[in-house]
């Protein structure tokens, strides 16, 4: 048995235990107060005889206050015992889940290069066909989106569903539109598309116990519009079903696979304005350098000053994102320019992001799953159940 399943039950129990405790301070700070308001709330200069020399009252009420106040140091310390419980069980569970992860390379290169020399040869509305069609043959059910306005292309939306008991899900997205029709737009962004529909095709012959929805989103070169097209049809609380997402974009070429740290909050990329949140979401970032270190596939961190990627409409509806990309001497390869086609793509770098994506996916669906359950155990018995549940 896994060794790391000990202090999960304990940092468990002790967060329950925590929160139990909360409550009871709760409810004893308040029958304190009440207590002490019926004995008079006397001062302690009332020790002096004065209001009538109840001395021994006086002593009560001053017993009571030394009480009360003893109560209130622990209740208010108590959150951050709780919270650092919580983050010592979040550690636990991430590194349970990369413990008992895999090294295993699931993505086929000349398949995915197939996919990106058939994107580049379509304009958008030829590739979200494409996207669509190929969703379908992998034997998925494909919700297609329009995004309004005068926008080509659509979104297009599949759901892998390897987990039936729960209805939180992982997410991985990339934009299927290109710039313009004289830019082939392989590398930006028929990789990433190409790598959604591997990865689709990997949970599909793997069979993976987590749920993924993948989506390509059309409209991002005008201004992230696929993306904020989705965010807008969700149903109230979808969001809080959405575990995580890692976004795909310009990912088939250069020699420095980045994880986004963080970009501009606002500003024009020669083709559209853009206004965003200047972040992404730490956790995420951490968790897929962490699986890239037990794959041996380094990951750097990058801040972006120029442009917003599909990420941060995500992440403005509280689903917690970031967007993986590749650069070349800080740059990323042929970036809009009629010089991005398939003859530029590396298809070794490309896997490399697959794979990578892959495995971060079921690391983030597993420890956080893990995570999500435990902290919401209504008592020890439910904590060992959940824990039997995972062996």
């Not at 992001?353 to 018995?381: C, F, P, Q, W």
Request: glycine content about 10%.
């Amino acid at each position: 048995m896994n060794e790391l399943y000990a202090p999960i039950r304990e940092d468990a129990v002790a967060l329950y235990e925590g929160r139990q405790r909360l409550g009871e301070l709760e409810t004893l700070y308040e029958a304190k107060q009440v207590e002490l308001k019926n004995a008079g709330n006397f001062r302690e200069r009332n020790l002096g005889g004065l209001f009538g020399g109840d001395k021994e009252k006086a002593r009560t009420c001053k017993g009571l206050k030394g009480e009360l106040n003893d109560l209130f140091n622990e209740k208010y310390d108590q959150p951050s015992v709780i919270n650092g419980t919580r983050q010592r069980l979040y550690g636990h569970s991430r590194k349970l889940a990369y413990s008992e992860g895999t090294d295993e390379r699931v993505i086929d290169k000349d398949r995915s290069l197939g996919h990106i020399k058939e994107l580049a040869s379509r304009d958008n509305d030829g590739r979200s066909s494409y996207m669509a069609d190929s969703f379908r043959d992998l034997g998925y059910e494909v919700k297609e989106q329009s995004i309004g306005g005068y926008h080509p292309g659509a979104n297009v939306i599949a759901e892998y569903k390897g987990d039936p008991s729960s209805d939180r899900y992982v997410l991985v997205t990339a934009h299927a539109d290109k710039v313009s029709n004289f830019c082939p737009g392989a590398n930006d962004n028929a990789s990433g598309s190409s790598l959604i529909l591997e990865l689709a095709r990997a949970a599909k012959e793997n069979g993976p116990k987590v749920n993924m929805r993948f989506v390509s989103f059309g409209a991002e070169e005008t201004g992230l519009n696929g993306s904020k097209a989705y965010v807008r049809s969700m149903p109230d609380r979808e969001n809080a079903k959405a575990i995580g997402a890692i976004n795909l974009d310009s990912v088939g070429a250069g020699n420095q696979l980045s994880v986004l740290i963080s970009h501009a909050q606002s500003g024009f990329d020669g083709y559209s304005e853009y206004v965003g949140t200047g972040y992404t979401t730490k956790w995420v970032n951490e968790l897929i350098e962490g699986t890239g270190k037990r794959l041996g596939i380094p990951v750097q961190r990058m801040d972006w000053s120029r442009g917003n990627s599909d990420h941060d409409p995500l992440i403005r509806n509280d689903i917690p994102a970031t967007t993986l990309l590749r650069r070349q001497n800080g740059r990323i390869p042929n970036y809009h320019s009629e010089s991005d086609k398939p003859e530029g793509i590396n298809p070794d770098q490309l896997a490399e992001v697959g794979d990578l994506s892959y495995h971060s996916l079921i690391d983030m669906y597993r420890s956080r799953n893990v995570y999500s359950n435990l902290t919401g155990a209504k008592s020890v018995e439910d904590i060992d159940t959940l824990l039997e549940q995972m062996k």
